[in-house]
């Protein structure tokens, strides 16, 4: 056969004025199966497009009977296109009818074609197609055909899809770019709410009219700079400060820049470019590849390599795209769809104003989850496969009320959503109108609705959400949502910032809390076994003590002669809080001695995160002035369930007689040692959660905006004294589901559970 690189070449020259001409989709499927077929010599080229329930159409032909097309339809995993279609992996067969996968399909005329060459059509990682070449004569397919036909179908992907844009759709681009009926996709929680909007692809998308390169030399020195580029930014990401802080092992980096500087994988691009490919479609081609083997993949091992080298290709698609690759978020309108997704660029895109957010990352304590939070954007994540299901431009209800997104919906579902916002909206005005007003109960008891918050722009919310001060200030924010380590004046900034927006309600400041789930690349902490049960929170603080000190040194500096809370993480035992106070006032002492100021007031506190610190409170009586419950990681170690895993992170309920009277015993012992009681981390969020630590005695409860206004509502309507001995006696003698005993009990005092 005449095959070699220029043919690819022809070929794809002739697929590119097959693109720019005007016609209907059908007649440049059958141009370029003709096109296909006489270029590779082959007595058939046939296309088959995969239906929604997996089965595959023949929908073009070259060589088979013309009368076959769009009857043939072969079973999901029939045949060898279907054996195509399931692996998504190209295969080359000399005779084809004496392979075990083959099925005979008589309307199509095909019993004299032997050698058969098939690939899959692969499109956003999926695969929509196959394509295919037959030979009368017994043949082996070379390695360049294969390559060559991979590259074809790459651009058929483009055509095929169009196939779904129906006329009437594209007539009515408000809610119909592809048409209605995505399907429903299922996801966990991050941030509640309803949102709308088109679809935004977090990876960059390579336009169909980018595909072929008009200048081959131009486009593989383009290549070779978007290299260059792309090992300079990982090279940059490696020299940060890891070395100062003592992180030794880089073996993840360093694997990953041993990857960017792959040969095969370099050459791989280059020959895509050789074959007619712009550097961007090369690119993606093997993007595309990736994606489809790492779908397939069940190796743990293996999926992480796939993962790695599909980032690689996302972050060399954005050095080649420049400015210009940046996924385009329109005005509010836009919903964002990633993988996963790092809190800076979260940031970056909310600039621009987003609907919703959409994830394939599972944890609800990833940082850009946290970030979502913060801003306010209805987010739900670990959605499988979502990057496959969903297009670029696809409007999409997120309804992150339930965890559902609604792809491409239809009237009924629109019109539901609608009056699903108009109620939300009552509820919020409802809560809005209470923000003057104090959290007392009917009995008089005054609850402190503190905020928690970890960037400066969650502190508009304080004002809007009504928040009596910020009860936890999680400083590692700064350090996870820049590039480098943020510096001494940097720190002294923001904690300033921070104290003038609060405007001399109180805030509480929560040392770093880095480790578990907050990893900072810049660091370079060790791989470990248990990350949550690791080198974490004040545990690493007080190993380095030089960054820790140096976030001290800011807290002290920020609050000048103006009061100073602080706070120190996941202390486990009474020596731990000791070692982190004496450095405070070490730094407070040689702070005065600089400038002559020392914070007016100062309140140091401890969060009990580990059952452990619970035992060792009255140990701990007249140093200590308060203690807050961090929740998310008391109830993960409490439970012995880790927070980050979904299978497990939402078993365990804090509502529950064990976990209730524990806090109850932690708060006797704090009440007598005069140490004040507060809780932070995402538990009180939830009225009924809310209402029992009231009633156990804690009597400053910090969570996100969004909860301020339930929570208040609700211990404004409660009789806590009487809620109290309810609450007691349940505990006493539980008989049943412990929380849809405290929601009866709740009920019966007149409280609200409906979004319970
Ligand atoms: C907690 O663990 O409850 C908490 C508030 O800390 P973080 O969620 O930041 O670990
Ligand atoms: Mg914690």
Known sequence: MPYNIPATRVLMNNLRQVMAEDGDTRSRLDHVVRLIASTMVADVCSIYVRETDGALLLIATEGLKPEAVNKTRLAAHEGL???????????????????????????????????????????????????????????????????????????????????????????APERKVRGPGGGNLKGRIFCEGLGFGRAVLHDPVVPAAKFFATDMTAESERLNEGLIGLRASIDRMMLIDGAALGGDPRDVMEAYRLLAEDPSWAEKLHEGIRSGLSAEASVDRARREHRARLMSARDPYLRERLHDLEDLDNRLLRVLGGEEGKPKIKGDRSVLVARRLGPAE???????????????????????????????????????????????GDYIIVDAEEGTVHVRPDDVVYDAYKARVGLRSERQARYAALKGLPAQTLDGTHISLMLNAGLDLDLDMLDQAGADGVGLFRTEFQFLVSETLPRLDDQITLYQRVLERAAGRPVVFRTLDLGGDKVLPALNLQREENPALGWRSIRFALDHKGLFRRQLRALVRAAGDGPLTVMFPMVTVPSEYHAAKALLLEEIAWSARQTGKQPSKLEVGVMLETPALGFSMQDLAGEVDFLSVGTNDLLQFFFAADRMTPSVSERYDLVDPAALRYLK????????????????????????????????????????????????????????????????????????????????????????????
């Open 665 to 756: 015993m932690v708060a006797d012992t704090c009440k007598a040692g005069n140490i004040r009681l507060s809780v932070c981390g995402e538990a009180t969020a939830s009225p009924p959660v809310a209402l029992c630590f009231a009633a156990l005695g804690y009597t400053s409860l910090s969570m996100a905006a969004s909860a301020i206004g339930p929570v208040k509502q609700a211990l404004r309507g409660v009789d806590l004294n009487a809620f109290r001995a309810g609450l007691f006696e349940r505990m006493d003698k539980p008989n049943g589901s412990f929380r849809n005993q405290v929601l009866a009990l709740a009920a019966e005092h007149g409280i609200d559970t409906a979004d319970s």
């Open 346 to 392: 979260l940031l970056e895109y909310a600039k621009s104003g987003l609907r919703g957010l959409l994830m394939e990352e599972a944890a609800a304590s990833s940082h850009a989850a946290i970030v979502a939070r913060a801003l306010g954007i209805p987010a739900i994540g670990g959605i499988e496969n979502l990057t496959t299901r969903i297009e670029q």
């Open 81 to 171: 296109v279907g054996f195509v279609a399931r692996t998504a992996e190209p295969i080359a067969i000399e005779d084809a009818p004496r392979h075990p996968a083959f099925s005979y399909r008589p309307e199509t005329g095909e019993d004299p074609f032997h050698a058969f060459l098939g690939v899959p059509i692969l499109r956003t990682g999926g695969v929509t197609g196959v394509l295919v070449v037959q030979n009368r004569t017994e043949r082996a397919y070379g390695e360049e055909e294969i390559d060559t036909l991979q590259t074809i179908s790459m651009v058929l992907a483009e055509i095929v899809h169009t196939l779904e844009t129906t006329p009437a759709a594209q007539q």
